[in-house]
């Protein structure tokens, strides 16, 4: 927390809703107003917004230029907008990028009460209905302060539509004091539904300027917006957005529906995770969040009084895992546990965000997979991420130890790190009793980074390097072969240094794809998420002219994937988010492609991962004594590995939940 800057966070009591009532009013039409947004990505600055609002009797114009820089790559997005003098839209359009993988090019004309909506090179002409203000995403934020002072002066509407597509809703929720400089200044809190998947949290002050912004990018990574001269209240805002949304996850976890107390499965196929064959005319009884017995019906005794539920026609299989995910909002809680995830390992995020989602769930106060955390460092320079940058050793050995602090199992490395401070970290974290994955840096070999102590690897584009000759520069990389000397090489040395690997096919599958083939082709359940997920993640792959070296590139992948595992590397399952909840299952699908037999590929995501992170005596297994964290699908697996999509029932820690209102309570269709 930096020192100018403290925040008092008023709750719903007497106090705070007196001081929220004193607040001044403010007429926000016609208001003529400039300024500056400072872009933020995981609390780095990365870029700014530039926008200005004029406006006389006719109405209002409001021109933004908006641009971040993400590790490398530009971000640029431009934005017009016009309006009448109480802010009713007539026009707007925007054009660019919402992230380095997705693109927007929308307009808007509105007339007579209906408005032509154009998006990419679709174009329908939609009547108009009630409250209705052209706003798309969360960028850029100026849209987001015309939003909320359309909100204000047509009589703060519980629910509003948006062009060109979808609803928002707006809730007051509370009042946050700032001392910056010696000024103390009270900033309403809003919540805002709908522009994201999710709520964002947004603060105006006296004056009705926004201040600053709490949301989610279009590669679901945390993005915050200040005005400039409100970046040094930054961080306090973060942890104030971070304890809101702790309040959010509580309120999910009231609505969800689920059971708990003692129960048996009955009837089903047991896939136990172990390498026994399947066990037909099952039972699994389990007591206290426990797995009480596990096995043929005629050896397995039901207590008396135990709920029975009859699971013929299915499996039960342990609870699934997300080695690679980046929780980076209270909704993937439920859309977790609807997927079958009971644990992921957050590898990067803010932390005070996932402090306290991992706190909040553990305690039962909140809803989702039991969290494991890795703590992510970066070093410094242009494509440095995050808020935790190690320019040296000894600034990196004081992160490796915040991290062990607030119990993290876990050090993530990121891409700009340099060599002498991998190598601090790894000491100091093997020291404290943990372990270190993450990418390998630039600079580095993947030879290079696990001498210098890192014990896993994220993503398979680190690993197929080193199964060639050493890249040399002007020179085509050979094709990859399996049986050179150096993919043996490349293997000997993974599994003499007991490397484990996520390679997070999913995320490459999604980049790499031909843009003129809808993804929902190759990943159907694109077009059960919420609506406001689907443009970015529909709207990628890559050029015609490039399909060629994409699909090498994948391919070359997906074998190195299949060679890891015969050569008895630990593989694990993870996603790096992409399609919430369905890319799991395709990643387990991908490695059955890669040459996994079905089990081996349900084993990535269950007993593989629990061995990896020192829990295999805990979780992992159907097997009695161990907690219960488990899965119930339609059909079998192992003879159809798409049949784990069925996910009919899921149990965390002995407590039941239905995956339909799970899907449902964050948008999704189930």
Not at 363 to 384: C, M, W
Not at 417 to 442: F, K, Y
Not at 466 to 481: E, H, N, Q, S, T
Not at 624 to 641: F, Q, S, T, Y
């Amino acid at each position: 927390m930096k020192e100018n800057c403290r925040i008092a966070m008023n709750r719903c009591c007497a106090n705070g809703f007196a001081l929220l009532l004193a607040l001044p009013v403010v007429a926000h039409a016609q208001r003529a107003d400039s300024g500056v947004f400072r872009l933020h990505k995981f609390e780095q600055a990365i870029g700014e917004e530039h926008y200005s609002i004029k406006s006389d009797s006719s109405g209002m114009a409001i021109a933004s230029t908006f641009k971040f820089t993400d590790r490398g790559r530009a971000v640029p997005l431009t934005t017009s907008w016009r309006g009448s003098p109480d802010l009713t839209p007539r026009f707007f359009a925007i054009k660019g990028n919402t992230s380095r993988f997705s693109t927007i090019d929308d307009t808007v004309r509105i007339t007579s009460g209906v408005a032509i909506v154009r998006v990419d090179s679709s174009v329908r002409t939609v009547p108009l209905r009630g409250p209705t203000f052209t706003i798309a995403g969360y960028s850029p934020v100026a849209m987001q302060q015309a939003l909320l002072d359309y909100w204000d002066t047509h009589g703060r509407p519980g629910r509003l539509t948006t062009l060109p597509a979808g609803h928002v809703a707006i809730t007051l929720r509370g009042v946050d004091t700032v001392t910056i400089g010696g000024r103390r200044e009270a900033l309403r809190r809003y919540g805002i539904d709908g522009l994201i998947w999710g709520r964002e949290t947004a603060w105006r002050n006296a004056a009705g300027q926004l201040t600053a912004l709490i949301s989610i990018d279009a590669e679901f990574d945390h993005f915050e917006a200040v005005r400039d001269e409100y970046e040094p209240a930054l961080s306090v805002l973060v942890s104030r957005a971070a304890a809101d949304g702790a309040e959010a996850l509580a309120a999910l976890a009231r609505s969800a529906t689920s059971s708990s107390g003692a129960f048996a499965l009955v009837g089903a196929t047991l896939i136990d995770g172990t390498d026994a064959g399947a066990i037909p005319d099952a039972v699994v009884v389990v007591r206290d969040g426990k797995i009480v017995a596990a096995g043929p019906r005629d050896r397995v005794h039901i207590p008396t009084g135990v709920v029975r539920i009859d699971a013929r026609g299915k499996s039960v299989l342990p609870g699934l895992w997300d080695m690679h995910a980046h929780y980076e909002q209270v909704e993937w809680g439920p859309i977790y546990l609807a997927a079958g995830v009971t644990t992921a390992r957050d590898v990067g995020n803010e932390m005070e965000f996932i402090t306290s989602v991992r706190d909040a769930v553990a305690s039962g106060k909140g809803i989702g997979p039991r969290l494991l955390l890795a703590g992510i460092i970066d070093g410094v320079g242009a494509q440095a991420l995050g808020v935790q940058q190690a320019a040296t050793p000894e600034h990196g050995v004081e992160l490796v130890r915040q991290y062990h602090a607030a119990r993290f199992e876990q050090i993530k490395i990121y891409s700009s790190v340099s060599l002498p401070v991998l190598q601090a970290i790894t000491a100091e974290a093997h020291r404290l009793g943990m372990t270190v994955t993450g990418h390998v840096p630039q600079g580095m070999t993947t030879f290079q980074a696990i001498e210098a102590g890192m014990d896993q690897i994220n993503h398979a584009q680190y690993i197929v390097p080193m199964m060639k000759p050493a890249a040399v520069p002007g020179v085509r990389a050979p094709a990859l072969d399996l049986n050179s000397t150096d993919a043996q090489r490349a293997l000997a040395f993974l599994k003499d240094h007991h490397t484990v690997v996520d390679p997070t096919l999913v995320v490459f599958e999604w980049s790499y794809h031909p843009a003129r083939v809808p993804f929902s082709e190759i990943e159907p359940g694109v077009l059960k998420v919420a609506p406001e997920l689907r443009p970015q993640l529909l709207n990628t792959g890559v050029s015609q002219a490039a399909e060629g070296i994409a699909k090498i590139r994948f391919d070359e992948m997906l074998q190195t994937v299949g060679a890891l595992h015969r050569a008895g590397i630990p593989v694990v399952a993870g996603t790096d988010q992409v399609v919430p909840g369905y890319s799991l299952h395709r990643e387990i699908e991908l490695y059955v492609k890669a040459g996994f037999t079905p089990l081996a590929a349900i084993q990535a995501a269950t007993i593989v991962p629990a061995r990896v992170m020192g829990l295999d005596q805990e979780v992992g297994t159907v097997t009695a004594g161990k907690r219960a964290d488990l899965i119930v699908v339609d059909g079998n697996p192992l003879e159809h590995i798409e049949d784990l999509r069925n996910v009919r029932l899921v149990v965390s820690a002995g407590r039941r939940y239905d995956p339909k209102p799970l899907w449902r309570s964050v948008g999704f269709t189930p």
